[in-house]
């Protein structure tokens, strides 16, 4: 279920990273949908981290890494 939700977190920042490149380059008018795509980046990016972090608090993700 984490992993699930980690996912969806990425796939989300993915989506307004894009969504924020898409009105930086087309949008003409002074609105400030870039400074609400970039805000809501910065947030699920904190949710992303905060989750992983949680996860190997708790033990549900462990690191394979052999270093």
């Known amino acids: 279920m984490l ?6 977190l990425l796939l989300a920042t993915l989506t307004s990273l894009f969504s924020g490149l898409f ?3 087309k ?3 002074r609105a400030t949908r870039v400074i609400n795509a ?3 980046r910065v ?9 992983v972090a949680w996860g190997f ?3 549900q993700l462990i690191s ?3 270093w």
């Open 3 to 8: 992993k699930a939700a980690i996912i969806f």
């Open 23 to 25: 009105f930086l380059v």
């Open 27 to 29: 949008d003409d008018s």
């Open 38 to 40: 970039l805000t809501v």
């Open 43 to 51: 947030v699920l990016t904190a949710l992303t981290v905060a989750l």
């Open 57 to 59: 608090y708790s033990g």
């Open 64 to 66: 394979h890494a052999t």
